[in-house]
């Protein structure tokens, strides 16, 4: 836990100071926590360039700090390494130049023990700057800490999904985490709940934080639409399979079909067949796929194809962005310690769709693109999200390896159509 130092004078339980110095370290802390059910040998192994190994990201979101809130506001500070600048920069070209991707699982230093260390002193450096400032300094960088904790957030999932397939790669299938997985009741019937058509507002309209590519909200046209009361599940999923969708040009867009024909897709990743029975890599080790479950470690094109295969299709992101409105944040997160969809519990709801947050990230049909209005953040923040928006896909509602803390109706993922490694399921709609 990273020790704060308090100051009366200038702290008080519920002060906005205090309650970003205790939200920094609750986040800090809980990425160590993830880190907890590993070993040294899990931490620097990368086993695919979409993959950095955990090592990286523990040193990524220090650099993170240091960069963007240390460097530029204490006068005084010295980094404990300044080629830590070139490892750990991931995207942010106007900072300077970086160490390549696909590379990172090739440096054997610095140790897991120095990254730790490293960690530990730029959370000391902040917890004393935060601390001491001016009130007016720190209503300045409060920005700026509040994106570097979701930063943070967004690599905790990265942690988890990033060392479920380094572990997929070990033909013992070793567990990052044992659970107990008990029978669970068929779900229920999927029903489809109808909207109308709305010129709508979409986008974040709320105080607090959002990213820049949430906004600004904006109109949207909505025709009416239905929405599956519930996610797709693996026994769903198989009807698929088995019915040779994975052999089926014409469920395929282009692209989609090429990739399946060159990658020999023929199930979800992380799915194998033994002894005739489909068997799935979790990272409590390997299962029998559980018919009940939301399907996951689906790429788009999957998805595609699934909807068109039950003559239907994905949801648009505004379509999605509307049927949350006066659904409540909860679900399936990484807070749960499940690091895996469950099986929807619940009688589903013929006025309300159920699963829209949490177990998996939803595919929408919606390509990644700025809203109306959209402008980058100046500076080098402003790389974050604007540069990406191109050859993506929208994902909504977080997954089972989200924190709920960090999940929003407004919040827009992104990944390319071929991305599997994620936790992505399916939701169907289709026209009324």
Not at 8 to 29: F, G, I, K, M, W
Not at 269 to 297: F, K, N, R
Not at 309 to 334: D, H, M, S
Request: include cysteine; proline fraction near 8%; hydrophobic fraction near 35%.
């Amino acid at each position: 836990m990273v020790k704060i130092i308090q100051e009366e004078s200038a702290l008080t339980p519920q002060s906005p100071r205090q309650l970003l110095l205790d939200n920094y370290s609750r986040v800090r802390h809980f990425t160590e926590q993830l880190c907890a059910p590993l070993v040294v040998e899990d931490y620097v192994i990368q086993s695919m360039p979409d993959v950095s190994p955990t090592r990286w990201h523990l040193a990524h979101t220090s650099w993170f700090f240091e960069t963007f809130l240390l460097e530029p506001n204490v006068p005084d500070y010295i980094s404990p390494h300044p080629q830590y600048a070139y490892l750990f920069n991931s995207y942010y070209n106007s900072v300077g130049e970086r160490h390549c991707r696909p590379k990172r699982g090739l440096i054997s230093r610095p140790t897991v023990q120095e990254i730790y260390a490293y960690r530990q002193y730029v959370d000391e450096c902040i917890s004393n700057f935060l601390t001491a400032c001016s009130q007016e300094h720190l209503d300045k960088i409060t920005p700026i800490v509040t994106l570097g904790i979701h930063h943070e957030q967004q690599h905790q999932e990265l942690i988890i999904t990033d060392i479920k397939h380094v572990l997929s790669c070990n033909p013992l299938h070793p567990t990052y985490l044992e659970r107990t997985i008990g029978p669970s009741q068929p779900p229920p019937p999927l029903e489809w709940i109808s909207y109308p058509e709305e010129l709508a507002w979409i986008g974040y309209d709320k105080d607090g934080f959002a990213y820049d590519n949430e906004g600004p909200r904006h109109r949207e046209f909505v025709d009416a639409y239905q929405l599956g009361s519930r996610l797709i599940t693996n026994a769903e999923y198989l009807q698929f399979i088995k019915d040779g969708g994975y052999q089926n040009p014409l469920l395929w867009l282009s692209s989609g079909w090429s990739t399946v024909q060159a990658e020999q897709w023929r199930a979800p990743l992380y799915w194998e067949q033994h002894d005739g029975h489909w068997m799935i890599m979790t990272l409590s080790g390997l299962c029998e796929v559980e018919p009940a479950e939301p399907v996951c470690h689906v790429s788009y094109y999957e998805a595609d194809a699934y909807a068109r295969w039950a003559n239907a299709r994905l949801a648009t992101e505004a379509e999605w962005e509307l049927a949350t409105r006066q659904l409540p944040v909860e679900g399936n997160f990484v807070e749960n310690q499940t690091f895996h969809p469950i099986p929807l519990t619940t009688q589903a709801s013929s006025t309300q769709p159920a699963q829209m947050y949490g177990d998996v990230w939803e595919w929408t049909q919606s390509a990644y693109l700025p809203y109306r209005g959209y402008k980058p953040a100046a500076g080098a923040l402003g790389e974050y999200n604007g540069k990406f928006m191109c050859n993506q896909f929208v994902l909504r509602g977080g997954s089972c390896a989200t924190s709920i803390t960090h999940i929003r109706p407004t919040y827009r993922n992104f990944f390319p159509p071929d991305a599997r490694w994620q936790f992505t399921g399916v939701r169907l709609a289709r026209e009324v």
